[in-house]
Structures are given as structure tokens and as C-alpha cells.
């Protein structure tokens, strides 16, 4: 099978489980849209009934974020009305608040089964998506074992990462292994395992991607990490450095204007 196929057919039927007679809901973009055809024909052939949506149809998506992409109603309207969906698309800098987040709420609060896939790209569907998941949830639930009995865990690295992290039982830890229940989301490739910390401090590099737009936009940070102290659990004002000044700007403002 072609590894692309191979991909999609993980993440229709493995992680989402699109079952016959499903409504199913695809949203991509231009950029993205030839590997999310690849979502559709698996969805169909799992006996689902798909609907894609392109996000230009609904508008520009300026890349300086100046007017970020609204979710529209009319592929909300469809949404509520599905059992699984999935958004594959380039991440544009202010859709996370104006379009990714409306559109999460929905999958919620209507039980929809969603697979999430920012800024996917041919490698992640071919490599990523064709992981062993079954292996990829045994490892999860190891990983689980040990950290949801921590009170304290310490991250150092080579960049030059030097924090501790401490927890409290009432924020509990999530499994994401690429086990999509309905009302559930969840990144696909899939494969960690999260919590929010109760107080975090130190100093964190990014010297790997940042996720969001920046991965598009910044790519690999090797060359240029990203430097910025952490207090009472939040990224202190003053304290992010790097030499990329466009990526410096870019990362406070999202840190301290819009996330």
C-alpha cells in the first residue's frame, strides 16, 4: 500500500474509527488539501459519509495575522451533525483563536470523534501516521505509570533547558495514543502523554520547531533556539531571547497578546 495511503487509512480507521453509515466531516486548505483526499477516500471506503471543506473557499488568510480566517457556520452546522472530522491545513498566524479553537468547542460539545492535524506535511503522513499504535499505547501507558504518581518532575537538556516542574492530583495526566473517543480530540501523529503543571520554573531552549504557525513560517530552530525563563508557571516578560528578531517578536506576542 502507498505510504500515504497507508497513513490515512491509520488515522481513519485505527484512531478515529469512522464506522459505515458515519457522517464525516474533512476541513483542509489549499496546501494541505492533496493529502487530506487521501482522509476522504478512506473515510468512503470505511462507509462514511464525507463532506470536505476548503478553508479559502470562506475567505483570505493573511499571513501576517492581520485578518485571521473566522470559522464559518456553515461548516459548523455540518459538524454538529457528525460522529467524526478531521482539520488537516497550515497553520495561518490568529486562526488558532479565531478558527481552530470554534470549531474544538463543537467536536465537544457535539461528541465528535476528531483527529487533529495542524500543519501536516507528506513526511508526517507517511512516517507518522504509519507508526505501530498498538505499540504506540503500550509505551503511553508506561510513560503514564511513572509520571502520574509524580510530585515533582526536573527537564535538563543539552540546548540548555534547566526547569522543574511540580503537580498537584487534582490536574490529572491524559493519555493521547492515538485512541480517539467521541467527544474527544486529539493531535494526530499521535503519541504522549500530558498535564498541566500546579507551578513550573527555570529556563527553557526551544531549539527543535514550536508548533502552530511558527513550524511553517520558522521551521527547524536549531540555528536560532529560543530562550525564556519560566515563573509561577508562566513565561516571564522580558526574559525570551533569540537571534531571529522576527521569531522573537512573533513568539511574545502570541505568548502575551493572543494564547
Known amino acids: 500500500m502507498d505510504p500515504i495511503e497507508f497513513g490515512a487509512k491509520q488515522a481513519v480507521v485505527n484512531c478515529v474509527k469512522v464506522r459505515s453509515g458515519e457522517n464525516v466531516v474533512v476541513i483542509t486548505d489549499r496546501a494541505t488539501e492533496r493529502l487530506a483526499d487521501a482522509l476522504v477516500d478512506q473515510a468512503k471506503k470505511a462507509g462514511g459519509n464525507v463532506k470536505k471543506f476548503v478553508m479559502e473557499d470562506f475567505g483570505a488568510r493573511s499571513e501576517d495575522g492581520s485578518r485571521p480566517l473566522a470559522f464559518p457556520s456553515e461548516v459548523g452546522e455540518v459538524l454538529k ?30 461528541k465528535v470523534r476528531h483527529g487533529h492535524m495542524p500543519n501536516f506535511t507528506e513526511q508526517m503522513m507517511s512516517q507518522g501516521m504509519s507508526a505501530d499504535y498498538a505499540k504506540i499505547q503500550e509505551l503511553s501507558k508506561k510513560v503514564y505509570d511513572i509520571v502520574n504518581r509524580a510530585k515533582k518532575i526536573w527537564v535538563k537538556t543539552p540546548a540548555g533547558t534547566d526547569a522543574t516542574f511540580e503537580f498537584d492530583g487534582k490536574l490529572k495526566w491524559i493519555i493521547c495514543d492515538g485512541d480517539i473517543k467521541p467527544g474527544h480530540w486529539s493531535n494526530l501523529p499521535d503519541g504522549e502523554v500530558f498535564s498541566s503543571p500546579a507551578d513550573a520554573a527555570g529556563t527553557m531552549v526551544i531549539d527543535g520547531c514550536l508548533g502552530d504557525y511558527f513550524t511553517g513560517k520558522y521551521g527547524d530552530l536549531k540555528a536560532t533556539p529560543l530562550k525564556y525563563t519560566l515563573k509561577g508557571g508562566r513565561c516571564v516578560k522580558g526574559s525570551v531571547e533569540c537571534a531571529n528578531d522576527a521569531l522573537k517578536k512573533d513568539f511574545e506576542n502570541y505568548t502575551f497578546n493572543t494564547d
Open 81 to 110: 451533525k457528525a460522529q467524526a472530522s478531521f482539520y488537516m491545513a497550515q497553520g495561518k498566524q490568529g486562526e488558532l483563536a479565531t478558527f481552530r479553537i470554534p470549531m474544538l468547542k463543537i467536536t465537544e460539545e457535539f
